[in-house]
Nanobody
Framework: VQLVESGGGSVQSGGSLRLSCLHSGYSGNRCRAWFRQVPGKEREGIAMIDTDGNAKYANSVNGRFGTSQDNEKNTVYLQMNNLKPEDTAMYYC?????????????????WGQGTQVTVAS
């Protein structure tokens, strides 16, 4: 399984970015999620989407971020709006087999290398 994130960069506070996660195309029951990590802190799960496209979000991003998937392109997206300096982090895409169980790091077996997002105040 390969997961490759892209779309990170630098943006001003209040701006938007869209991250992409190109995956291997596993079509069975699975959960794909987005995490982020700041150096010295634990990895935080922020969004997940199941096989049917149902999504759930962490409180910290609910209402500002949205995740979606394009199965024909083997890609999952994270649309990030109204970005804040505290959103600055390395963002990771992850995948788990089976239904979505939560946003805990240990639930996901497959990980991408991450893409950096920096939000300037």
């Amino acid at each position: 399984v390969q997961l490759v994130e892209s779309g990170g960069g630098s943006v001003q506070s209040g701006g938007s970015l869209r991250l992409s996660c190109l995956h291997s195309g596993y079509s069975g029951n699975r959960c794909r999620a987005w995490f982020r990590q700041v150096p010295g802190k634990e990895r935080e799960g922020i969004a997940m989407i199941d096989t049917d496209g149902n999504a759930k979000y962490a409180n910290s991003v609910n209402g500002r971020f949205g995740t979606s998937q394009d199965n024909e392109k083997n890609t999952v997206y994270l649309q990030m709006n109204n970005l804040k300096p505290e959103d600055t982090a390395m963002y990771y895409c992850a995948e788990a087999r089976g239904r979505c169980r939560g946003l805990q790091e240990y639930l996901y077996s497959y990980w991408g290398q991450g893409t950096q997002v920096t939000v300037a105040s």
